[in-house]
């Protein structure tokens, strides 16, 4: 049973400011890591940004600044969000690092020392938006990039090649003995009826054209092309090859490490063929999984920076709060799909399941508790009136089901799981009208009631912590739950809850003015 955890993101280009999409991946990554924190296990969260290239190099001069002096703006911005979006992880990764710098290098030398590289020179159709060259067929008559759709230009140079025909078996043996490696599976065979079976060609990993990259040790002239540069990054933050590899030897060498690479699907191609690929060549380990997310997408298109219709999630974080972004990121798409931004599902993400559901849980729970129990939660009494068996069983089962969901990386699965919990409370509720055992003086019905709600939101507070980071803990601060049952392990145990006193504070998910918020957040959306 593996024990530890290594989760990456992609690192982003600093070529724009961080939009919704760059903040879906990295928060979705972000409650994964806590879910796995939270369950015990060693875990180490990597981002980053993939800083080279001729695109940065060109978007610097346009704003008439050294490339350096350009990432450096746009990334601590990326910090800055992060920071801003309770994002927990361990590193950053910048591809302009010397300790990058030099495994990009080393990983180049030992698969050149492999005879797997070799010189050669290149024609093809170059996008210098994705730092692509594409073939005729995938250029097509109009010669557009497939991609962004952009124009594509020929271009002919120098250039070192990677002997993927080499490989090519390898990689559909990996796919054949781990049918989730490149998961959801409809992307993997993506991978193999879109670029494989076709015949991959070998792939250049290197160019003279461009001096905003890693310098080739074997020939100055040459610098790493920008994907293998990036891709290396999730070995270089682990100190690979250098003295300081402790970090490398725990994450990625030890078996007994999980490694999870999530993107998205436009750049699945290069971490699901290439990048295996590659480190096969070198003779290191493979990554477990690569979890390829869906795209956002605004009024129907891409959502992406060069495009220019991106949504910044700053003003909605500072708006709405942490929680209640993270919450609508993580709900809305099924993780692993498509989806699309609207204002409209954004408020109404928040009201019908914070507001309504949760927050009213919440207010009820306390308020009945403050007044039928002078603000104690009574002591928990399984099976008393006849709602309540059913309520035990689905905590029970909903401790087993968000675990079976989160451990597959199905996260939308797994909080709609807790959610479930949520609404059968807000039933149990409805079915036994705590109003009227009070006034008929049934108190020991009343009682039950009242511990069964306690513990049903106390279970699905943990539950959802890795998503509210903050509003988990207000609603474990107004039940009085104490610090030490604040735990996943407590919540195996059945009704742990009693004896304590509640406190009733601030609202915690207040309820959105709908059509005032909708028009707020269109105004978000910067549409060229
Ligand atoms: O591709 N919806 O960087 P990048 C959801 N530097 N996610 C989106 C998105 C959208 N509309 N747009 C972007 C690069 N993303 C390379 C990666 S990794 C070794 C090198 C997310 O800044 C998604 O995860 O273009 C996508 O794969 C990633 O940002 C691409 O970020």
Redesign the pocket.
Known sequence: MKNKFYIT?????P?GDA????A??TTLCDILARYKRLRGFETYFLTGT?EHGQKIKEHASKANKTPQEYVDEIVSKFKKLWELMEISNDDFIRTTEPRHIKVVQEMFSKMYKKEDIYLGSYKGWYCTECEAFWTDIQAGPNHLCPDCNRPVHEETEESYFFKCSKYVNNILKLYNDNPKFCFPESRMHEMVNTFIKPGLQDLSVSRTSNDWGVPILENKKHTAYV?LD??T??ISALGYGSKDDGLYKKFWEDPNTEIIH??????SR??CIYWPMFLMSAGLRLPDRVFV?????IKDE????SKGNVVSPFPLVERYGVDAVRYYLSREVTFGRDGEFTPEQFVERLNVDLANQLGNLLNRTVSMIIKYFDGVVPAFKSNVTKFDKEVEDLISATIKEYEINFDDLKITEAITTAMNLVNRANKYIDETTPWVLSKEGKQEELASVMSHLANCLYVSAILLSPVLVHQSKGILDQLGVPEELRNYKSISKLGVIGNIKVNKGDQLFPRLEVNKEIEYVKSLMQSK
């Open positions: 993101t992609p690192i982003y280009y070529s939009h919704i999409g760059h879906y991946c993939d994907w990036a891709l990054n999730y999530v993107i998205g699907a436009d750049i290069f971490h997310h869906g795209l956002l997408r891409k959502m992406s920076k």
